[in-house]
């Protein structure tokens, strides 16, 4: 298991048990879920829309680390100076450009923020095969100041998918929020039909890795198409047309969908295999 | 002053100092923000997108309250059965339809949601001189079980423009919500060039009715056409490019706009005058 914790040196060390930043109080007789309200972490976010591939980039930091660390989950090419111009607004410092899996509908924009802000490192999983500076595994946390983003492997959309959920202690994110990626989409998910897809292990990874959450954990999904922001494991066990079946069911609708050829696909996927900068590959 | 406050048999009753479903805790030796964490309030919020008018459309509940009473502010008509089937699914019980102002850009779904289901009640300011079941002016109360809006004058966009804001009390969301409508939207505001339109008094409203709020209050307009889905005070105080200025030169930058005519106006206005139906207004 790997730990990424940000520090002032931009070095990484090993998780540490008493987070700093962090008020403590005698909590003998209280219960976790009194504690999380009493010690909130303090998470700047911030869901961001690109309109033409119906996108959500999201955008998380830590008000309470004096350097305000932050990292972007799947940024989009089109719309990274917006985001770069929100990241600077906030006073935030960014460290990560992280993605999902390798998108085959828009050029990721992890490329070319690391050309406009220097320190930044990109992330993507290992199984996904993709060029990054730093590749995660189930299990894996990713953090910014003392917030952390714990690495769920949830293949199926394609083999790299992986979802990063917010973690699990009275200092974290209270309830907690499960970045999806095409996993699990609000009342849907991503195809199965490309890149190593298989709606058998869709099926396994939203059962076993999401569906295994807090009822309240918030999802937020790569994109939404019906202008949903965001739902619940909850109300995605109960009312996803597609997941909330038996499996059989599920692969009989997942192979009767009949999509088009996806259309971005042949320019999204290599270009997002190298961080969606194809010219520059010796600087990813 | 006037307080609209649900209860099951669907009539008012004033405001009562200490509402129900709350824990009572002894506070002397705490501070205001300590008590804000440990007296939670359980909202249940949503934001909703309606892509062709780039309207945002919210959703507020009382988990709380055995009837989880919930209201929609600016539903759009093209939405509205996406959003009833969401409020169903939630097992929510939707009790307002309310408008920020009289809408030119998209028809609202009050009057449609009125006759989808019963019980529901429509609200818009008085000085919008819109039909609607019930009017609010400014300091008025509209409760969804424990959970309270305030109303607030934010004329400017158009006469008869209210910004809603969260209450300010221990029991009530922390940091407070603003849904300004079109008064303020994210770097950003609405045109003055229509509908009783003024650049003078929208400064005027933004800067007495919004910017005084905690700084850590979330800003939620009506629209965002840039993918943008919450701002906060302290921030468009910096960062609006118009509202930041000095009234002067807000004046003049809204002079200039040099903005089309809005293609929907004509549709649109004499539409939601009445609620969205025009053909139906007896039914109001």
Redesign the interface.
Known sequence: MMFFRFSTSSSFSSFSIFPKHHIFLPFKSYTTS?LA??M?CKLIF??????ESSTYTYLLADSLHPDKPALLIDPVDR?VD?DLA?VK??GLKLIYAINTHVHADHVTGSGLIKTKVSGVKSIISKSSNARADLFVEPGDKIYIGDIYLEVRATPGHTLGCITYVTGDGVNQPQPRMAFTGDALLIRGCGRTDFQGGSSDKLYDSVHSQIFTLPKDTLLYPAHDY?????STVG?EM??NPRLSKDKETFKNIMQNLNLPYPKMIDIAVPSNMVCGLQETKSDL
Do not use: D, M
């Not at 911030?46 to 309109?51: A, G, N, T, Y």
């Not at 019906?226 to 965001?230: D, L, N, Q, S, Y």
């Open positions: 009194f309200q009493i909130p911030r869901q961001l829309f690109e309109k719309t917006r929100l607004e906030l019906k202008g949903f922001t965001v109300e109960l009312y």
